[in-house]
């Protein structure tokens, strides 16, 4: 009687484990992020401000690769610099 009660019980739990099978609707897959943008030169906007300039070269100090193009400077002759600004931190 007792193995009759386990089997029955066994089947009764497959049985609900069967049933609560995922349903249809499942959501998407995030999109993929988009590549990043391959600079050729120092842009523009980098060169606006001391600040600006910073950012910009603290950024890419930390997205280097060795096997990236080097950025051109023909638009910079000197980095963009300020007597009254605060120095920003670069580490």
């Known amino acids: 009687m ?5 089997h029955a019980l066994a ?3 497959s049985g609900l484990l069967a049933a609560c099978g995922g349903s ?3 959501a998407a897959p995030p999109p993929p992020p988009p590549p990043p ?3 050729t030169e120092v ?3 980098a060169l606006a401000s001391p600040g600006a300039y910073t950012q910009f070269t603290l950024g890419q100090s930390q997205a280097a690769s060795e096997t990236d193009e080097p950025l051109t400077a023909d ?3 000197m ?3 300020s007597e ?3 120095p920003l931190s670069v580490s």
């Open 37 to 39: 943008v391959l600079l």
């Open 43 to 45: 842009p523009e906007s």
């Open 84 to 86: 009254s600004d605060e």
């Open 2 to 6: 007792k193995q009759q009660s386990i």
């Open 24 to 26: 249809d609707d499942a």
């Open 79 to 81: 980095p963009p610099a």
């Open 75 to 77: 638009k910079l002759s």
């Open 11 to 13: 089947l009764l739990a």
